[in-house]
């Protein structure tokens, strides 16, 4: 009887009121999620529902040493996310304010300078400075005149002038010669004194870091302005000279030297040095290791070939390379295929993120041209790494479990015209897909029960019937099992 009173109206309105309540809904998860990156109906079901339920969160430490494994994990995450110095990085009065004059954009962010003017602080300057390069920045120029009257800081004020001053290469490594004149006088002097007291080793570690980002720059001038060999001998020259000093990273400098001159055998030679387990890796030696990999086999390599007879060992191997790099920075081959525009590389980079395939696509991409059919083989070969790491967010095949903290760093680091690359894409949660469908069907039938009411409304009434079914073949069952009296008695109840 209640079924045979309900009016076309009555679905017109259900439905209706169905599609909008589901449509606001959705529209609020989709918000929450773009805001917070998760789901607001199911964190309120891990976070509040499961625990009045009884459930466990299998994610919670349950004793002291799971604690001390996600501490482990945390601290990982942090070095990972850890922001370098970019051993590449480019001039900024030569190359990077060229670019601003020609396009009018800013190619360095503001965080990503700033940076640099804490790494020149730190590495340029003590305590016994009466000008620091930091503060004599915004004129150089009177850095100079300063600089002279004390000779200790005279070699950084050049540097600044070569970085920022200088418009041509030319001009910068003629004033990093003069830096280097000055830079020696004050290492000499600052190595004979080290020993006299805690502001002397002071001062000859500031010596010191100032002699090895001059030499390495002028490196950097010689390879830029095509005297390739005269760099290779200079940057083999202080790695020798300063082992110890890792932090300016100059076999990555080294290694795309080699390529230029396609010395292949002394690439090899310094990966065999710096591609070891207890070592930092980068993309600059996963990709390097994995070109010269590639490079055995990619000039006679054919994918109809290889699905035929299978792979061999060297293409076994090729592959493996291949995979393990892009598993360690998924970013780079969109950027070597040129699949994705490159742009000025910052002056920092966060390793395995988009900022760090820039540094390295922009400099190698001529080097994997160079060897036949090697782009082809990773055009190949590149995917099927993300078939063997299911969950990348959760844990890794070669490598740590990818960080989720890259695309936030570099945003930071990166221009805002940049598109920047994410990995993994975030998914859309199950409950926004479920709205989503939800709120699609329910429109479906407010728009067909306005244009069809009696029709549909007809078919609302097969369905709940067809639903009330089972429901009322267990009432007859019940009524012919109790007795009359009974069941009048619990009705009347």
């Not at 601290?75 to 190359?95: I, M």
């Amino acid at each position: 009887m209640f079924l045979n009173t309900l009016t076309p109206k009555f679905y017109v309105a259900l439905t209706g009121t169905s599609s909008l309540i589901s449509g606001l809904i959705l529209i609020f998860e989709w918000w929450y999620f773009r805001k917070y990156g998760t789901s607001f109906i199911e964190q309120v079901s891990v976070s509040h529902l499961r625990p009045l339920l009884g459930g466990v969160d299998n994610s919670s430490p349950s004793n002291s040493s799971t604690s001390n494994g996600d501490t482990d994990s945390s601290r990982q995450n942090v070095s990972e996310c850890k922001v370098w110095r970019n051993p590449l990085n480019l001039f900024r009065g030569a190359e990077y304010n060229r670019y601003t004059w020609v396009t009018g954009r800013e190619p360095l962010t503001y965080y990503d300078m700033n940076l640099s003017a804490q790494d020149h602080q730190t590495f340029f300057t003590c305590d016994s400075d009466h000008l620091r390069p930091a503060d004599a920045s915004e004129n150089p120029l009177e850095c100079i005149r300063v600089a002279f009257e004390n000779i200790g800081i005279c070699a950084t004020a050049y540097i600044l002038l070569a970085e920022e001053e200088a418009t041509t290469i030319v001009e910068a490594e003629k004033l990093f010669k003069q830096a280097l004149k000055a830079g020696e006088v004050c290492y000499r002097r600052s190595q004979q004194v080290q020993h006299h007291g805690a502001q002397h080793e002071a001062q000859h570690r500031r010596d010191t870091n100032v002699l090895v980002y001059i030499k390495r720059r002028l490196a950097m001038c010689s390879r830029k302005l095509g005297r390739t060999r005269e760099a290779v001998k200079m940057m083999r020259d202080l790695m020798k000279e300063f082992p110890l000093l890792s932090m300016f990273n100059i076999h990555e400098n080294l290694l795309e030297s080699l390529l230029e001159l396609q010395a292949y055998a002394d690439v090899q030679a310094v990966l065999a040095k710096y591609d070891d387990i207890s070592l930092p890796k980068s993309a600059t030696i996963c990709y390097t290791a994995a070109l010269l990999k590639a490079r055995a086999v990619s000039d006679k390599f054919s994918p109809e070939a290889a699905s035929r007879r299978g792979l061999n060992t060297a293409e076994m191997n090729a592959v493996e390379a291949i995979h393990r790099a892009v598993e360690f920075n998924p970013h780079v081959p969109k950027y070597l295929l040129e699949m994705k525009s490159l742009i000025l590389p910052p002056e920092h980079v966060l390793k395995r993120g988009d900022s760090e395939a820039i540094a390295y696509a922009f400099f190698h991409l001529q080097h994997w041209k160079r060897v036949e059919g090697a782009l082809n083989l990773l055009h190949c070969t590149w995917e099927g790494t993300f078939r063997m790491i299911p969950y990348p967010l959760e844990k890794g095949h070669l490598f740590y479990p990818y960080p989720i903290c890259t695309e936030t760093a570099d945003r930071e680091l990166l221009p805002m015209f940049h598109e920047v690359s994410v990995y993994p894409k975030k998914e859309l949660p199950f409950f926004i897909l479920f709205t989503a469908g939800l709120c699609s069907f329910t429109a479906m039938l407010a728009l067909l029960t306005h244009q069809f009411p009696e029709l549909m409304g007809v078919f609302a009434k097969a369905f709940l019937s067809t639903l009330f079914a089972p429901l009322n073949f267990i009432m007859e069952k019940v009524e012919s099992i109790l007795p009359s009296s009974l069941w009048h008695q619990l009705t009347r109840i």
